[in-house]
């Protein structure tokens, strides 16, 4: 899920600046790192590349969330001012295989050398420039600025194929978010070490949309072991497709959620996960004319957001033949077992930690329905995991963005209210 808004408002920003996950705003093309290697390692999470991007005061971040034009950020946390690192580091793809991914890293300026740690994952982007370790707009920055300014050492993966990294990004594919994310917490240990600073074992773990179930990912890895080092303190994810299966795809099929949005995420599922699991032999098998010609190729991650809302139609029924809205309506095969995987964030595992799901009523593009089954799902295995409603947020029109900045302003002050145990 991600930065999708209504129809009017993604029409009108093919002719104008809007923000959008399918519409760049304030994004750069990702470049190599100006920095010159720090590592030769080839272990996972070890450092390639980092790269000081920006310092900011105190004063300069309250202003820079404040002065948002889509809908200002809260700035009620912000007591430091911090430095931003650009980090490649070494990881692996879906298959196990070595590859390299990239970050931010942000450290407060608040003088103290042992540091808690937030990781926040992102939500759906369509364009590899537009994740916060290479974009320049505010929505993209605004979760590192939040958190680091009120003293958090701040932790941004951007997944596999996105900012610097190579190839196609495997959308919501649990398991390579998991090791995407806990490889930038090891490399951005690696970093903050060389600066003089330490981050503490237990991480606090939140994210967005997509991010939310990446979050959740990352949340069990910790508490499982996954890391000598990093442990599990809390997890709070925002507005997240927990049910993939069995409340968000039903809903895209019925007309629940906003119909250009729905029509993209029905062709980022089947590309997505064709990728990895081969779920249909050509595209003309689940794509009408033209799109089975254009829509692979569309989805490849260099493509802006304007060029995704240009090149796909504003319904699903404009989009998928008879057999592909019959593959997502009834998984079978492969294609359901990828998304027992998906959903397994919550049907998998049972928290020790503390748990907040948050959410916003309403919510045109991840169904509260989702939440509300993570919730049922975490109960039953003996979790006390908490629903937080957020209320109805606006951003822009949308109440799914909208989560996202009522969410960070949240969570960071509940995370602010822990200590290390």
């Known amino acids: 899920m991600s930065r999708l808004l209504t129809v009017s408002a993604v029409l009108a920003a093919l002719t104008a600046s809007g923000t959008t996950a399918v519409v760049a705003q304030g994004a750069v093309e990702p470049r ?57 580091y070494r990881t692996v793809d879906p298959q196990g295989r070595p590859t390299t991914a990239s970050g931010l890293l942000a450290l407060p300026r608040n003088g103290e050398r042992r540091l808690r740690t937030v990781s926040f994952t992102h939500g759906t982007e369509l364009f590899k420039g537009d994740v916060a370790s290479v974009s320049t707009s505010v929505w993209d920055q605004a979760p590192a600025l939040t958190h680091a300014s009120a003293g958090f050492a701040t932790v941004l993966p951007d997944y596999l194929g996105l900012g610097l990294g190579p190839g196609p990004h495997p959308w919501m594919d649990v398991p390579s978010e998991t090791t995407a994310a806990l490889d930038m917490l090891r490399a951005s240990r690696s970093v903050a070490r060389a600066k003089g600073r330490e981050l503490r074992r237990e991480v606090l773990v939140t994210g967005f949309s997509q991010g939310a179930s990446a979050a959740l990912g990352l949340a069990r890895a910790l508490q499982e072991g996954a890391d000598a080092w990093f442990g599990l303190r809390a997890v709070a994810p925002i507005s997240g497709a927990y049910a993939f299966r069995d409340a968000e795809l039903p809903a895209l099929l019925a007309g629940q959620t906003e119909p250009k949005a729905s029509a993209i995420y029905s062709a980022l599922t089947l590309v997505a996960f064709n990728r990895l699991h081969h779920v249909y032999d050509t595209p003309a098998q689940v794509f009408r004319t033209p799109y089975d010609r254009t829509i692979e190729g569309l989805l490849d991650g260099t493509h802006t957001g304007q060029e995704v809302v240009a090149g796909t139609p504003d319904s699903i029924d404009a989009l998928l033949t008879p057999r592909g809205r019959a593959m997502l309506a009834h998984p079978t095969g492969r294609l359901a077992a990828a998304l027992r995987v998906a959903d397994g964030v919550c049907a998998d595992w049972t928290p020790r930690a503390p748990v907040r799901l948050y959410y916003a009523e309403g919510d045109e593009q991840a169904v509260t329905a989702n939440t509300a089954h993570c919730h049922g799902t975490l109960r039953a295995r003996g979790s006390h995991a908490r629903q937080i409603d957020l209320g109805t947020p606006d951003y822009e029109g949308s109440r799914h963005l909208g989560s996202q900045q009522a969410g960070t302003a949240a969570v960071v002050g509940w995370f602010g209210s822990l200590r290390d145990r």
């Open 32 to 88: 190599a790192s100006a920095a010159a290697p720090v590592s030769a390692d080839s272990s996972r999470g070890a450092v390639v590349s980092v790269e000081h991007v920006r310092t900011l005061t105190a004063r300069e971040v309250a202003a820079e969330l404040a002065g948002d034009e889509a809908g200002a950020w809260d700035t009620g946390a912000v007591r430091y001012g911090l430095d931003t690192f650009r980090l490649v």
